[in-house]
């Protein structure tokens, strides 16, 4: 079955110690998305990459950065993380940006824990 | 701006009854989806149905069903039946012409054996 797929599920770091995120897709869609979703919280878009085109949020902190080396993967780096970063990560796929290509399909999340 | 308001942020329903969770939109645009996601405790957020703006037919999926009031702005779900499994939080969700999701707050639904 196509779908998206992340990778831990659970990563826990230090403060202060890089950590990356990763997630793949098998969808073959253009577009990747990173999210962050706190506690009962609805998710808050990152960034997200159309093909190579990267795209900043302008809320996003400068901590977060993002690689897609090819279509079907994508990371998320934390350089330094906080205690305030941690959360529940979501990668998500859609075909395009165009009407009647933006349903968003999720991955399974990464819950990151900061001590 | 473009907002989403869900004004229901818990819900309960017992088994195999019949349950609607609100959702308000509001924006300018006349083209325009929404969305219904479903995300069970510490399980992946689904896509439970989907619905074009320009469509005046309500969407349905098995045991779920939208009420599309376009002129009132609003996207209420419907869950007949409920079953356990259900049990999860439902987010709704717009988009217009753009990449970006407006997602609303959210509702905890719990469906009670």
């Known amino acids: 079955d196509a779908m998206v797929i992340q990778n831990p599920r659970y990563q826990v770091t230090q403060f202060g110690k890089p950590v990356t995120l990763s997630c793949s897709q098998t969808?073959?869609?253009?577009?990747m998305y990173w999210y962050q979703q706190k506690s009962s919280q609805a998710p808050k878009l990152l960034f997200h990459y159309y093909d190579k085109d990267f795209n900043n949020e302008a809320d996003t902190p400068d901590n977060f950065q993002s690689r897609r080396p090819n279509t079907s993967f994508c990371f998320l780096d934390i350089r330094s993380p906080g205690l305030g970063d941690a959360a529940m990560y979501l990668c998500?796929?859609?075909?395009?940006?165009?009407?009647?290509?933006?349903?968003?399909?999720f991955g399974p999340g990464t819950r990151l824990l900061v001590l | 701006a473009q907002t989403v308001t869900q004004s229901q942020p818990e819900m309960s329903v017992q088994e195999a009854e019949t349950v609607t969770l609100s959702c308000t939109y509001d924006?300018?645009?006349?083209?325009?989806?929404l969305f219904w996601y479903k995300q069970p405790p510490s399980r992946q957020m689904i896509l439970v149905i989907r619905q074009e703006a320009y469509k005046q037919q309500n969407a349905t999926e098995n045991r779920f069903s939208v009420n599309f009031q376009k002129a009132a702005k609003s996207f209420s779900l419907k869950i007949s039946d409920s079953q356990l499994g259900d049990t999860a939080m439902y987010f709704c969700?717009?988009?217009?012409?753009?990449?970006?999701?407006?997602f609303g707050t959210g509702t905890r639904l719990k469906v009670l054996a």
């Open positions: 924006t300018s645009e006349n083209n325009y989806y």
């Open positions: 998500a796929t859609s075909r395009g940006r165009l009407a009647d290509q933006e349903t968003q399909y």
């Open positions: 969700a717009f988009v217009s012409g753009t990449y970006k999701y407006i």
């Open positions: 969808l073959n869609h253009n577009v």
